[in-house]
């Protein structure tokens, strides 16, 4: 149609005729008459085949046949993750069920029989579920399959959810830890948190008095919420996370290869936002992430349950290199974490100043965020940044021999990759120091004497004067050469008197 109408306009027919004959709306017409072939394929093709679910036909069979478990739902998740692909989940279902038809990929499943009675969701900010799964997946390092444990907590009246995964059983102390990251997340807590009876928080039952762990019973008492725990048989009191870790493992967990617990808990956290809260509820008939908008202008504000010296509050640092702030998450430089090591967080308006241990030096600044799990991160994070630019340009000179080739050198180096300086220096840094002082001379020399001015072209040259050097001296060793010592070859030198003699007729003595 794009070809034919500008066929058409290109014989002389104007846009109102071009409309009629081809049966167009005028305005579609000028519209793509107005679009270059390049803008055609950009904002029309690519949206088409976003929404032409026939041209992943292929990709789907194969997850089909590889996981036959596999759901409309997650396929539409991966569709989205890999291709952007922007359909509904009615299309999706029904697209997924043609294929298992016309392929024969049965669903496998299994029989559920138990029972549940419907339970009546409690107000907004009232209550929120908690509850401990296991999933296994694919290892992709080890090639074989693994358990990994997640924490699933929703609240009971917007559905919204919040997670965390671990490579090991948890402990009572990781347990409080990622309650108060919750909390942390979401901006607030609910005044009741739901629990199965686990050995992590509750010690006895007691007929009711419950006895809770150490850790658990001083996270509870600080944080000031109530606690129910769920009697045995009673699995509809906690049913919604019980739906909320299955709906983890299945739609998440299932199928997906795992290569750290970092990326892993990334891609998770990418999820919930895209799929986990972003989705209409089956049973609310709402999203969850909008209806928790209102929700959390209900939640209970969330009391600082960490150490507390001297009315300055800490943060443990993640591995990471990040920290928890009022829901988001904020960077350090990289190479900041140590396994038990924090920081002093320290609010300076709309700034957020954070410092070592001592409160001696500030570590990062950042301004504050005003939304909730974001992630607010410095460009100069993702380098070690100890040292100054100055310092190293001083530092290579010195290297170089504080020559006036190296002060060209490095000058016009910064200078024309300014962005690019500290990986400059850096991979010169390197250079030096794997290259022998021979090469780095003649490399030197060399891009001065041809104005290459780049850290890439003075390793590069380095190199090449690195082997040849070596080819020289391997040479030498294969075919030495007598070497004449200057005192043997020393040619007798006679005074003068005696060339005057032969000049009178006399003989040389």
């Excluded at 008492?221 to 725990?229: P, R």
Aim: glycine share 4%.
């Amino acid at each position: 149609m794009y070809t034919q109408i500008h066929s058409m306009k290109n014989q002389g027919f104007s846009k109102r005729q071009v409309a009629e004959k081809l049966e167009l709306n005028f305005r579609t017409v000028s519209k793509y008459l107005s679009m270059t072939p390049e803008e055609f394929e950009q904002k029309i093709l690519n949206r088409e085949r976003r929404r032409n679910l026939g041209l992943y036909e292929g990709v789907v069979v194969d997850w089909l046949k590889k996981y036959p478990d596999m759901t409309a739902a997650q396929v539409l998740d991966w569709l989205k993750e890999h291709y952007q692909v922007s359909v509904s989940e009615r299309t999706t279902r029904r697209f997924v069920e043609k294929i298992r038809k016309k392929y024969l990929i049965p669903k496998t499943a299994k029989n559920n029989k138990r029972q549940y009675a419907a339970v009546e969701d409690p107000p907004m900010g009232h209550q929120m579920q908690v509850d401990l799964g296991i999933a296994h997946v694919f290892d992709f390092n080890k090639r074989s399959y693994r358990k990994l444990y997640c924490i699933a907590c929703v609240l009971s009246h917007s559905r919204y959810k919040w997670g965390e995964w671990y490579p090991q059983p948890l402990t009572s102390r990781q347990l409080t830890t990622a309650l108060q990251e919750c909390f942390e997340y979401m901006g607030g807590m609910p005044k009741e948190l739901v629990f199965d009876q686990d050995r992590l928080l509750a010690v006895d039952e007691n007929y009711g008095d419950i006895i809770f762990t150490r850790e658990f019973e001083q996270f509870r008492l600080s944080s000031g919420f109530e606690v129910y725990l769920c009697r045995g048989g009673d699995p509809e009191s906690k049913g919604r996370v019980e739906a909320t870790v299955k709906y983890f493992k299945n739609n998440f967990a299932k199928n997906r290869q795992f290569i750290n617990i970092d990326i892993w808990n990334e891609n998770f956290a990418d999820w919930l936002v895209r799929t986990g809260n972003a989705k209409v509820h089956a049973i609310t008939k709402k999203i969850p992430a909008e209806v928790f908008e209102q929700e959390r202008l209900l939640l209970k504000p969330v009391p600082s349950t960490k150490r507390i010296i001297e009315n300055i509050v800490t943060r443990d640092i993640h591995k990471n290199n990040t920290i928890f702030y009022e829901g988001n998450r904020y960077t350090l430089p990289l190479g900041t974490y140590q396994p038990g090591r924090q920081v002093i967080v320290d609010v300076e308006g709309e700034t957020l100043k954070i410092r070592d241990n001592l409160g001696t030096s500030i570590i990062a600044e950042h301004k504050i965020s005003k939304g909730k799990g974001a992630l607010i991160q410095n460009n100069n994070h993702k380098r070690d940044n100890t040292k100054k630019l100055d310092t190293i340009q001083k530092d290579l000179f010195q290297t170089l021999g504080m020559s006036d080739d190296a002060h060209v050198f490095l000058t016009q180096v910064r200078c024309l990759k300014a962005r690019y300086a500290r990986d400059q220096f850096s991979l010169i840094e390197k250079t030096l120091n794997t290259h022998t002082g021979i090469a780095i001379e003649k490399a030197l020399h060399y891009c001065i004497m041809n104005s290459l001015f780049s850290a890439v072209e003075f390793r590069n040259a380095a190199e090449y004067f690195e082997a040849h050097i070596k080819k020289e001296l391997e040479e030498i060793s294969r075919h030495p050469k007598v070497t004449v010592l200057k005192a043997a070859a020393a040619v007798m030198k006679r005074p003068l008197a005696e060339y005057e003699r032969v000049v009178k007729g006399g003989d040389i003595k």
